[in-house]
T-cell receptor, first 112, second 119 residues
């Protein structure tokens, strides 16, 4: 059974700091891994999707890496800004279907 | 345009009411999803429609009734709900149900959600 874990549950950093969010999964036979951002009371915004054949994906100040063998993914945020404050969720598909297994999320707070 | 819209944004209803949530996308996606999210928890899948047909029902109580009238529209009909059904209801879509092996096809796009309160 696939389980997805995100540590820490909450993180507070000063503005301008580079930071790393962690996501781990128990079954390394994943097809892809998706990172989302969720603002309080809002929907999820897709940030990056990494296919199993890829090692990393970049979008602006965001860089997501994937290491299937160790069951880990990281989301690197460069030069953090207060506007980056949100909950970040990672998710992997269940088997070959589209049902997503989510981690519990990391609540990020970037202080001015 | 990668937008999924949901109406209403907020809904308050009594346990005897009947109401509906609406979701719309114009990206040509053929898979649409309903998720339920409680506070401080990740979303939980409720239903999946693929090509306007119900593909997945995650053992959701019958007081929730989904409907997909066409490829762009997804409804969730609510009847005789319980206070514990209060949550954020999220709609999502993707190009297809199942994994096609491309970032553009596998990515799920979410709407802003409907905040439901059952009194």
């Amino acid at each position: 059974k696939q389980e997805v874990t995100q540590i820490p549950a909450a993180l507070s950093v000063p503005e301008g700091e580079n930071l790393v969010l962690n996501c781990s999964f128990t079954d390394s036979a994943i097809y892809n891994l998706q990172w989302f951002r969720q603002d309080p009371g809002k929907g999820l915004t897709s940030l990056l999707l990494i296919q199993s054949s890829q090692r990393e994906q970049t979008s602006g100040r965001l860089n997501a890496s994937l290491d299937k063998s160790s069951g880990r993914s990281t989301l690197y945020i460069a030069a953090s800004q207060p506007g980056d404050s949100a909950t970040y969720l990672c998710a992997v598909p269940y088997n070959q279907g589209g049902k997503l297994i989510f981690g519990q999320g990391t609540e990020l707070s970037v202080k001015p | 345009d990668t937008e999924v819209t949901q109406t209403p944004k907020h809904l308050v209803m009594g346990m005897t009411n009947k109401k509906s949530l609406k979701c719309e996308q114009h990206m040509g996606h053929r898979a649409m999803y309903w998720y339920k999210q409680k506070a401080k928890k990740p979303p939980e899948l409720m239903f999946v429609y693929s090509y306007e047909k119900l593909s997945i029902n995650e053992s959701v109580p019958s007081r929730f009734s989904p409907e997909c009238p066409n490829s762009s529209l997804l409804n969730l009909h609510l009847h005789a709900l319980q206070p514990e059904d209060s949550a954020l209801y999220l709609c999502a879509s993707s190009q297809v149900w199942g994994l096609a092996g491309g970032s553009s096809t596998d990515t799920q796009y979410f709407g802003p959600g409907t905040r439901l309160t059952v009194l």
